[in-house]
């Protein structure tokens, strides 16, 4: 039997303000709960009739309905070191307005679409006249948007690209703190869009657990399995975005050489390395539950070898199997996570 999806993640915890006064989060065993509100389901059940709810309450609720929420994959982080962050004039103008009733559009319309490339993210509306790239510095400097014509949206990914190492990715906003359109015009955002912008602002750690739930569900023995064929597109994409950089880091190769697929069937996948004048091509096949078993809790690639599955887990400590390199069978590891390194104990 294989270990629960969330056994090598810890416990972590933030504070949110709730009322007059800051609330806790805490996420263990694969469910958020708000500490501070020991009668939760009460709570809910009483919104539910048309009272009131609680900040701490909306987001234990807005967890639950995301967590098998493709678009979190979209747009969620690819690597420990792809840190999106929302700004906290957006995540404010976005919690008040969204909690006010306004009609909400642009993220949450079905047209439109968000794409990640190097911890910057393009928003793109084909119905629009244009898209834009959103970008903040690392430096903590203001964020930019470079608007581009719909024609050259490839130039605008290219641009991207060259800010890869220099941008971190999150939403932007312009004049007097105001978000603005990712197209032009002033931001929009239905009520989906603007509860998935507040999970994802509860920082990294919850951002690589949702991930993981999300992951999880639309793996072969997850929730949404029988629709995950017509879902496959999205989900090779986020396989794809996440695996490419790993195994690019195990074997010193271009991530552009990784070429990725899901694995369906029995066994964990398959990997196969061919070598043209210096130039190495990966072929990699995993299974979606890859994403959530190995890479959200960050110990893909651990002593040189990459991680395909895991065997048994109990936080901090995990039992998997690991290849050396592409052609070779999986061998038995003991790991274990020291101060947030994973490393080997024993073979």
Known sequence: MSPAWWAAFGPVGTSVQCGDGKHQLRWADGTLQAVDHPDAEGELVLGALGGDTSPCLDLVAAWGKHCDDLSVLAIGPRSASDQLRIPAAVLEEITAASGGGQAYHGLGNPAAHAVSVGGTIAFHSPVARSSTVIYASRSGGSPRRIPTPMAARAVALRRARMLRGR?????????????????????????????????????????????????????????????????????????????????????????????????????????????????????????????????????????????????????????????????????????????????????
């Not at 195990?250 to 697929?261: C, G, H, K, N, T």
């Not at 994403?291 to 040189?304: E, H, K, T």
């Not at 996570?337 to 024993?346: C, E, F, K, P, R």
């Open 167 to 347: 941008a971190s990715r999150g939403l932007a906003f312009g004049r007097h703190g105001r978000p603005f359109l990712p197209w032009g015009g002033g931001f929009e955002v239905d009520e989906g869009r603007a509860e998935l912008i507040r999970l994802l602002a509860l920082g990294s750690p919850f951002q690589f657990r949702l991930s993981a739930a999300v992951a999880r569900a639309w793996s072969a023995d997850g929730a949404n399995a029988g629709r995950a064929e017509r879902a496959r597109p999205a989900l090779t994409a986020a396989l794809a975005g996440r695996l490419a950089p790993v195994a690019a880091e195990w074997l010193a190769i271009d991530p552009d050489e990784v070429a990725v697929s899901v694995h369906s069937g029995a066994g964990w996948g398959e990997f196969a390395l061919t070598r043209t004048g210096g130039t190495g091509r990966l072929q990699a096949r995993l299974p979606v539950g890859w994403l959530a078993s190995v890479w959200a809790p960050g110990f893909a690639v651990v002593d040189r070898h990459l991680v395909v599955s895991v065997l048994d887990a109990g936080w901090p400590t995990a039992r998997v199997l690991a290849v050396h390199s592409p052609g070779r069978d999986p061998v038995e590891q003991f790991i274990r996570n020291d101060h947030g390194h994973w490393s080997v104990t024993s073979r």
